[in-house]
């Protein structure tokens, strides 16, 4: 800015008034302290952002982050929206080796901090074991990831392995703590619903044929 002013001050032309020269003078003063105060505090922003203020300062950025942690962890009790429940089944022309890649991608990904996922099928004798293989996943979310992030990068992790808009394919569910620990329960244990019983037999004789884990992941995810 000092520059402009030198730059001002040689180049005067000679129909402005004294006024005028000084009014304008004196408005690239104050914008000139304004840059500098601008610049002071930007190169301030950095040094903190990069721990370069020394001990105390580095405490306080610290202390800050631990902050800014509880409160999103708050909001997202308050909205009930800590945890995802996904619902994922592929078109019938996915391998089950590409699926559980997939799905092993998905829960690895930056926006999870914890997960838990069985697969399971829809058969209900030996004979249609496997048909219909599908996968149930519980992830906790990284509460850096807004919800809607989380729901857009699940629908391109999975757009590959089936109709991602349609939700009976794939179903997304952000819920709470409560909501999560009925998840855990739906995951790791045997389903006494009508019907159930039965795929569940099939279920285990499956995942033993396909070298499938009874889970995978965190039980103890919440």
């Given at each position: ?60 950025k610290e202390y ?58 829809r058969g209900k ?98």
């Open positions: 800015m000092s520059k402009l002013i030198e730059i001002y001050l040689g180049n005067i032309d000679n129909k402005l008034s004294i006024e005028r020269r000084l009014e304008h003078l004196k408005i690239l003063r104050e914008a000139e302290k304004e840059f500098d105060k601008s610049l002071i505090r930007k190169i301030m922003k950095m040094e903190y952002e990069t721990e370069s203020l020394g001990e105390k300062y580095i405490k306080i800050e982050k631990e902050l800014r942690t509880k409160k999103q962890d708050l909001t997202a009790k308050e909205h009930n929206n800590g945890f995802c429940f996904i619902t994922i089944s592929p078109k019938e022309s996915v391998s089950l080796a590409n699926f559980k890649k997939t799905v092993e991608k998905a829960v690895a990904r930056n926006m999870f901090t914890s997960y838990l996922y069985v697969y399971e099928q004798n030996t004979d249609e074991k496997g048909k219909g293989f599908h996968a149930h996943i519980l992830v906790k979310r990284n509460l850096n990831y807004k919800p809607s992030k989380v729901a857009n990068n699940l629908k391109n992790t999975f757009k590959d392995m089936t109709n991602v808009n349609n939700p009976q394919l794939l179903n997304i569910q952000h819920i709470g703590n409560d909501f999560a620990k009925d998840k855990v329960e739906y995951i790791t244990s045997l389903k006494t619903d009508e019907g159930k019983d039965v795929k569940q037999e099939i279920d285990v004789i499956w995942r033993q044929a396909e070298d499938l884990l009874p889970f995978y992941g965190n039980k103890d995810i919440n």
